[in-house]
């Protein structure tokens, strides 16, 4: 093991304190909330989405050079070009959502009447995130349950370092499987292809603050939001470690339904995957892992 991972993160670096406050609320709640004041004026999503997802990336990426959580994760230790594959695939299919919600809402015969259409927009951008952020949660707790689709999962947490590419290091199969149920379920309460475009962008923004390697702090709000601090006790090496801490935008289900590690501080820098010691560090070799049979 490297001895030099098992330590606490950088902190003869701290930065002033409005730099460890502001960057979270600043540009996650500032690109969400020019996401949806422009979509509710009428906006088109693909005029403004992706660009505020490319300005939080180039934030997020900058605020990784100058301030690190941990040095050592700036590191490419053989897995940055798996991460980019990973990232780029994720991202068509989470962006190609949104083009295909609208045509399957139309086949279900548009709205079932349930959503709350007369809601502000940005009330109704807000009710589905949480439909799609339970929907992530529900699937994320059930893969560190389910032997199959562990092993679809267990690709997330094979990374040796948490940063903001690590969000999107999921299996395809599993990003499918992940946004399925929060998805149909706003598709059968007549949820607007607006919002589920916003809810979808604003999963991917958040991931990137959820794994992002910067010093940051969210304050009272991590009993809300599951940012990084959080969710590095969820990169831990050993299975037994990692059996919380789900939430992907909310930590409030972790706190409603009882599965909120009771960590406190800062997390071991030295994250993986020692249960699943077969698990490739190659792109191809990750998508084809959890259907070998010589696996273990
Ligand atoms: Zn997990």
Known sequence: ????????????????????????????????????AAVARGIPYWRVGPPVLVAAALVVVALELWLPHARAWQRDSGDTVTDVLHFTGNILVNQGSVLVYGPVLTLLHGSSGLWPHLWPFWLQ??????????????????????GWMWRLHAIHHS??????????RRHLVHELLE?????????????????VACALA??????M??????????????????????????????????????????SLWDYLFGTALPKKGEAPLDVGMDDEPTLPQDYVGQLAWPFRRDRK
């Open 209 to 250: 603050f959820q794994h992002g390697n910067f010093a940051y702090r969210a304050g009272v709000l991590r009993y809300v939001f599951a940012v990084a601090e959080l969710h590095r006790w969820h990169h831990q090496r050993r299975w037994a470690d990692v059996q919380g801490n789900y939430g992907a935008i909310l």
């Open 125 to 146: 951008a807000l009710l589905g995130t949480a439909v799609l952020d339970l929907g992530l949660y529900v699937i994320h707790r059930t893969s560190h349950r389910v």
């Open 1 to 36: 093991m490297d001895t030099s991972l098992a330590q606490t993160p950088d902190a003869a670096r701290r930065p002033p304190l409005f730099l460890l406050y502001l960057p979270y609320p600043l540009v996650f709640f500032g690109g969400v909330a020019v996401l949806v």
């Open 179 to 195: 946004g399925a149920p929060g998805l149909l379920a706003l598709g059968l309460l007549g949820a607007p292809p607006s919002v």
């Open 159 to 168: 990374s040796r370092r948490v940063y903001w590419l690590n969000g999107q």
């Open 202 to 207: 604003t999963v991917t923004l958040h991931l």
